[in-house]
């Protein structure tokens, strides 16, 4: 009988039996007799050692065990990896994976470098991504916390092949000032093919300042342009950090993925008396300093705030950062700009109302 095994069929049967079809053909021969069903699994034979094992001629069906399946056709029957902030906060991410991910599917796969995750693809095919911005940072105002800007949701799903590495970072909080007004930008969170190439980015949210009342500007956007705040100034585009204010208590620009956001004179910057803006993905995605209290903005690019008294807030940090905080009652830094190219996209601006943000990553099909 000639080693012809094309193709293979997985599904239920009766009295709990897995049934198994080999084929000596496929989808691209026969696109039109080929049909999904719920519950099965369609895969082409990838190694010589599959037809070796199990030769066939036409199509049969055979009941077999699902863990010797698995064993000679590298089938996942599942895989989900939630990847977090494994307990970092702060405008530095995460120093070391320490055991957060034992016995989860993606134990063993992922390394860190400088707080960004680099996961190793285990499978060729389709996944869908989940990435969650981290909210921005609110201040001693009574309820403001209510009205901080959240962070995005991104969803989409995307082809990734196996053995290649995608970098993570995974956004966190921005800083929240519980002694005095103003707080920090959210840090954005991202997912990267190789070194420079953006799969999907959730934007953060802005920090706010003396905030009394919900305003859209200060949560990120599902657009790739960093939102302006609420009394402030306007976010940065295409990709990079935002980069207007003036020489007053302004807060620190949300960094982008091409370039970090602006900073005052305080920590290198041209004008302005407020925060440090958030550092750009590439450029390490290190969240910006305050010139008081301590109030730094969430890693992943989060901005800055003043830290006292009438000093403004930080912008969220995304694909395009959230523009500086102005330094008014009831105002805020703008929420980050956000990115997605995959596809069956599903996309919120304002999902996150508090915390860290998160990225979720299941495989779907091959």
């Known amino acids: 009988m000639e080693d012809r095994c094309t193709s293979i069929n ?18 691209l021969q026969h696109p039109n007799d080929l049909k999904p069903m719920a519950d099965f699994m369609y895969r082409g034979t990838e190694f010589d050692l599959v037809c070796l094992l199990l030769p066939c001629a036409v199509s049969h069906s055979v009941p077999v065990l699902v863990l010797r399946l698995k064993g000679f056709f590298f089938i996942p029957t599942a895989f989900n990896a939630v990847f977090t902030n494994n307990n970092a906060s702060g405008r530095y ?15 063993g796969q992922a390394t860190l470098s400088s707080g960004i995750q680099q996961w190793t693809v285990p499978y ?15 201040d001693s105002t009574p309820n403001s916390s209510q009205y901080r800007g959240r962070g995005a949701k991104m969803i989409g799903t995307f082809r990734l092949n196996k053995g290649e590495v995608i970098q993570i970072l995974v956004g966190q909080e921005g800083g ?3 002694w005095n007004k103003s707080s920090a930008g959210g840090g954005g969170t991202f997912v990267v093919r190789g070194s420079r190439t953006p799969l999907i980015i959730a934007g953060g949210g802005g920090g706010g300042q003396s905030v009394i009342a919900r305003h859209g ?17 306007p976010g940065g585009s295409n990709g ?31 004008e302005g008396k407020g925060g440090e803006g958030g550092k750009g993905f590439l450029q390490g995605g290190v969240g910006g300093r305050s010139v008081h209290n301590d109030i730094v903005g969430g890693f992943g690019g989060g901005g800055g705030t003043h830290g006292f008294r009438a000093g403004g807030a930080g912008g969220g940090g995304g694909y395009s950062g959230g523009g500086s905080g102005k330094g ?28 860290h943000g998160q990225v979720t990553i299941t495989f779907l099909i091959n």
């Open 10 to 27: 997985m599904g239920p049967s009766k009295r709990d039996k897995v049934l198994c079809q080999i084929s000596d053909s496929d989808q």
């Open 93 to 107: 991410g995460p120093p070391t994976q320490g055991s957060h991910y034992t016995g989860q599917d993606h134990d």
């Open 124 to 138: 060729s095919g389709e996944y869908r991504i989940e990435a969650i911005g981290a909210a921005g940072g609110y």
């Open 176 to 178: 929240i000032n519980e």
């Open 217 to 233: 500007g200060c949560d990120a956007s599902t657009n790739t342009t960093g939102n302006p705040g609420y009394k402030s100034w």
């Open 240 to 270: 990079h950090g935002a980069q207007t204010a003036d020489d007053q208590w302004t807060g620190g620009g949300g960094g982008g993925f091409y370039s970090s956001g602006r900073s005052s004179v305080n920590f290198g910057g041209t």
């Open 328 to 355: 008014r009652g009831n105002s805020c830094g703008g929420g980050g700009g956000s990115f997605n190219v995959g596809h069956n996209q599903q996309n919120d601006c304002c999902y996150k109302t508090a915390g």
